[in-house]
């Protein structure tokens, strides 16, 4: 028969506690640090987020992360909701009013994201395609509503109109300075960015759909689901 040890002397299961209690310590900082915001000091703008529909109802909403229809092909957000802060949001109804005599207007596809899903994103995402996700150890301007993901439609039927790539396509026709894709698909681009500009956004240069407010580094970067906003 096999011989058990229910008893190990003193010093031996000391020791094996102390080591138990560090893996514990150090699974604990670890996991702390991957699933909370970063930390960031100093002083910030007070958080405002607007919810667009409510700015201007006249913006179309597409949400995708509230369907699988995205790259994460499941639904991210309980709600199909968009929200920015004031002034970001005041801008886009800008732009949006300019756009109107084009015979356009703006579709979003997201607004303010939670950190989490910053997170969720990233986790998800190859290394070698990351370049189209922010890195939640520094935090997307979406989780600081001030970053926007949008396209144009047409003012008459809604319908979206083509750009040289698809959103959240992973690829080098999703970067604005692509030359390929039609003329008429690379105006439309050109036009979204030239009076997203105008209005104090500026474009990611891997996505033609992503747009930064210009203060987007005096708002905190938040974490609140949709639920509580
Ligand atoms: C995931 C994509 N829509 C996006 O917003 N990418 C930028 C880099 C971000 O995550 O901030
Ligand atoms: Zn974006």
């Known amino acids: 028969m096999e011989f058990k040890p229910y008893y190990m002397p003193n010093s031996e299961s000391k020791y094996l506690a102390l080591r138990k209690s560090w893996a514990f310590c150090a699974i604990a900082i670890i996991s702390s640090c991957a699933t909370k915001p970063p930390l960031e000091t100093g002083t910030f703008t007070p958080s405002e987020l607007v919810e667009l529909q409510r700015l201007d109802p006249t ?21 199909a909701r968009a929200f920015l802060q004031r002034p970001a949001a005041e801008a886009l109804a800008q732009v949006n009013a300019d756009l109107k005599p084009l015979g356009y207007r703006l579709l979003v596809f997201d607004g303010y994201r939670p950190w989490r899903i910053t997170k969720m994103m990233w986790d998800s995402t190859p290394p070698e395609k990351r370049e189209f996700v922010a890195d939640p150890r520094k935090g997307s301007r979406h989780n600081r509503g001030c970053a926007v993901d949008l396209t144009l439609c047409d003012l008459a039927t809604g319908r979206e109109i083509e750009m040289p790539g698809t959103y959240d ?61």
């Open 59 to 79: 913006i179309q909403l597409d949400i995708r992360y509230a369907t699988p229809h995205n790259f994460m092909g499941r639904p991210l957000y309980p709600q």
């Open 169 to 229: 396509e992973m690829s080098p026709r999703s970067y604005i300075a692509y030359a390929g894709g039609t003329a008429a698909q690379r105006e439309a681009r050109d036009l979204l960015r030239r009076l997203m500009e105008t209005h104090g956004f500026t474009v990611l240069p891997a996505e033609w759909w992503h747009y930064d407010y210009k203060d987007w580094k005096s708002y905190p970067i938040q974490n609140v689901p949709f639920e509580k906003l």
